[in-house]
């Protein structure tokens, strides 16, 4: 076929129509029922964060609806897959906010991403709730309108410092972070705020980069330190831990390795199979069949829906999250963004499987108890529960 | 064509443009005028990109290292004073305190790009072929690791936030404009010949005059400009973005919708970034699940990045170079 300007014509002619025809489909939609907003990465680099925290909120979801809804209707997530790419994400939250026209919205387990949405929803004044994205920045950064359903950062830097000076009576630490995302540089940020004003003393700090597959040049520096660190404390990335433990391991460092959320995937173990005894973790809440009552319902719930046990952590907090979203809606009254905003700021002791949810006054980061999750004949444990003392300025 | 009538087109295109940018936003939507902000802004990007890799014949993998670079530079330019306080306190006193406004932020950005792309362009463009892309490479991944490092400017790895969102489709659309009415009046003028000639045969072209490299360093310099502005529009456009976001996945974006659109012709760019953008909106759309009478498709995320690529490899088997080829879309007589 020899291209002729008409060719050209009818080429680009058919796929506008294409793009028409697809953008004109709409979903059928249960009668009057109320819509939540719900972008995640699904797909991409934070599928195995956001893909559990996206089934999570369709369990609570469905839950809600069987045992009658919000005020009478049922409540109805309008998802969309952000694929892990910013332009994605803004083009998403426009069809959610124009389109759909949803009064609340929840999702994302990471800054970067959150913070691609946040002004196109603070722009609307629709409230959004981040189930999983631990900076305690994000409210600020973006305005009134975006809430945390897990803690911050801070928080569990701080615990992470408590629990490697307390329960581990550790005093030394070697500070390793993933130097390429917000998430990781601030978790360590906090970590050796909180770890020095205990008492603690950071022996000496290095970075890597996410994707590096190689860490000899860590693991060299580290063991040619004078004075051994007790404790390594490794900022990183779900994709990276079990990398890095393995070979730690393999070098010969056995010293406890304390870590944040990040952690808390599959792949710890899964990756760094038996090099990962040992290694600890601060998270929201302890997935396992031996946890509290709420956490073994749940477990049986999603296992029930899912055919897999919940991933980790993240699958209870999307499930929490739905429910303040329908807890604030019920308190607001009426489906409608300005009331479900102020309804969700007010919300005092909501009752989630990963603690207990409280906004203080001004403040849209909930207060919660930190789950430390230890690694012992490649099993999960619960290792502590700890409520941090002092906690680094965001 | 006479000149007369082809300003007449000219100025009626321009029109319509006009009122497509100013009317959009109330007809389609905001969505929709998303999707075309984010589409001009390719076009710039890919435009640009096939000055080098398809006219001059230099397949750099360098180019979102310059996007990259004029993101943030703009970002940084027109920060609010008082944002750059409180997201970048240790930026050095020259810096902080005043800040520009859209316009002179992105042209500053493309100059900024401009300066860059001579300074790695004067030892880079001595090379070809598959030694230049990976040498182009190297100074994506160089740009990558600086933006990451200083804190002081970047924000490091953390997200660069609180960019003004200035972006709008009027904006977008005349940039587009500019970009391709320059890009095609130097690309069919004798310089624009000189590229071409260096690409098809070197030897033959030094043998008429030609001197091959401040001929491929010019295309590199032009095409880093529009890099640089295209960058600074997607930096307002989203707002806050980290290095993460100018790194591989979207240098093989750009590329590939210039491969699919064609890329020895400026319609080939844009081509290819209508078709692929539009494409993987729809299927984005369709992937969430529909229902077509009583026929009911659940929702299968992921699915359109598979049909998006196994139509990219239907397209380069049976049209290897591309959508256009080489032709341009022109008013009335074939160049």
């Known amino acids: 076929m020899s291209l002729t300007r008409r060719n050209m014509l009818a080429l680009g002619a058919g796929a506008a129509l294409a793009a028409g025809g697809g953008l004109s489909i709409r979903r059928a939609a249960a009668a009057d029922a109320i819509k939540i907003g719900a972008p995640f990465n699904v797909t991409g680099g934070l599928s195995s964060l956001d893909a559990p925290a996206l089934n999570g909120a369709k369990l609570k979801a469905k839950e809600i609806n069987d045992a009658g809804g919000v005020l009478g209707r049922p409540i109805e997530l309008v998802i969309y897959d952000t694929k892990t790419d910013p332009t994605v994400i803004a083009s998403s939250a426009s069809q959610l906010i124009n389109q759909d026209h949803v009064p609340v919205g929840l999702g994302f387990t990471d800054s970067d991403s959150a913070l691609a949405l946040g002004p196109i929803f603070q722009q609307a004044g629709v409230p959004f709730v981040t189930p999983g ?3 305690p920045k994000l409210p600020e950064q973006v305005g009134s309108t975006m809430f945390l359903a897990c803690f911050g950062d801070n928080v569990q830097a701080a615990a ?10 550790a005093k030394t630490a ?7 995302t917000e998430y990781t540089t601030l978790l360590a940020k906090y970590f050796d705020a909180a770890f020095t004003h205990g008492g603690g003393q950071i022996l000496s700090r290095d ?13 060299t520096k580290l063991k040619a330190q004078s004075r051994k660190p007790e ?16 070979q730690m391991r393999q070098a010969g460092v056995a010293q406890p390795i304390v870590g944040g959320d990040g952690y808390d995937t599959p792949l710890l173990l899964s990756v760094g199979g038996k090099a990962a005894n040992d290694v600890y973790y601060s998270t ?5 069949e031996d946890s509290t009552p709420p956490i073994v319902k749940f477990f049986t719930a999603y296992k029930a829906a899912y055919n897999t046990a919940p991933e980790n952590a993240f699958a209870a907090l999307g499930y929490d999250t739905v429910g303040l979203i329908a807890d604030a809606i019920t308190r607001a009254g009426a489906p409608e963004p300005g009331k479900i905003r102020d309804a969700l700021a007010a919300t005092q002791g909501y009752k989630g499987i990963t603690g207990s949810i409280t906004y203080q006054p001004g403040s849209r980061v909930p207060q919660k108890t930190v789950s430390l999750i230890g690694v012992k004949d490649e099993k999960l444990y619960l290792a502590a529960e700890v409520t941090p003392s002092w906690i680094a300025k965001p | 064509m006479s000149r007369a009538a082809t300003l007449l087109v000219a100025a009626l295109v321009l029109a319509a443009l006009a009122a497509v940018a100013f009317g959009a936003p109330r007809l389609l939507g905001d969505y929709l005028g998303r999707v075309l902000i984010v589409i001009c802004i390719n076009a ?8 080098g890799n398809g006219f001059t014949g230099v397949f750099s993998l360098g180019h979102v290292g310059f996007v990259a670079v004029g993101a943030y530079a703009s970002g940084i330019l027109s920060l609010p004073a008082s944002a750059k306080s409180a997201y970048l306190p240790d930026l050095p006193s020259w810096l902080s305190g005043w800040h520009l406004s859209f316009l002179p932020a992105t042209i500053a950005a493309g100059v900024i790009c401009v300066v860059l792309a001579f300074l790695v362009g004067a030892p880079l463009m001595r090379l070809s072929g598959h030694f230049v892309s990976v040498a182009t490479l190297g100074f994506l991944i160089i740009v990558n690791v600086v933006l990451v490092n200083a804190d002081n400017f970047t924000r490091g790895a953390r997200t660069f936030a609180g960019v003004p969102l200035e972006t709008t489709l009027p ?3 005349g940039w587009l404009a500019l970009t391709l009415l320059v890009l095609a009046r130097v690309a069919y003028s004798p310089k624009g010949r000189a590229w071409r000639a260096v690409r098809e045969d070197t030897i033959a072209a030094q043998a008429i005059g030609i001197e091959v490299l401040p001929t491929r360093l010019s295309a590199f310099v032009i095409g880093a400009f529009f890099a640089g502005v295209g960058g600074s529009l997607y930096g307002h456009y989203l707002g806050s973005f980290s290095p993460a976001a100018f790194y591989f996945a979207y240098t093989f974006a750009l590329i590939s919708m210039l491969v699919i659109g064609g890329m020895q012709s400026l319609t080939g760019a844009v081509v290819g970034v209508l078709l692929v953008s539009l494409l993987s909106e729809a299927l984005r759309n369709l992937e969430r699940g529909f229902s077509l009478g009583a026929v009911t498709v659940p929702p299968l995320y992921g699915a359109s990045q598979i049909v998006l690529g196994v139509v990219f490899i239907l397209i380069m088997i049976f049209r290897p170079s591309g959508v256009t080829g080489d032709l341009e879309l022109t008013l009335g007589r074939r160049r």
Not at chain 1, 174 to 180: A, G, H, P, V
Not at chain 1, 207 to 219: L, M
Not at chain 1, 284 to 288: L, S, V
Not at chain 2, 44 to 51: D, P, Y
């Open chain 1, 207 to 219: 970075d890597y980069k996410s994707g590096d597959k190689s860490f000899t040049a860590q693991i």
């Open chain 1, 174 to 180: 070697f500070l390793l972070r993933d130097n390429s």
């Open chain 2, 44 to 51: 710039i990007l890919v435009a640009s990109l096939g000055i």
């Open chain 1, 160 to 169: 992470g410092a408590e629990f490697i000076l307390g329960k581990l009576g």
């Open chain 1, 231 to 246: 404790v390594l404390y490794v900022s990183a990335m779900p994709d990276d831990i079990g990398l890095v433990v393995k």
């Open chain 1, 133 to 135: 994205a631990t900076s």
């Open chain 2, 171 to 173: 904006w977008a659309l």
């Open chain 1, 284 to 288: 929201h809440a302890y997935m396992a």
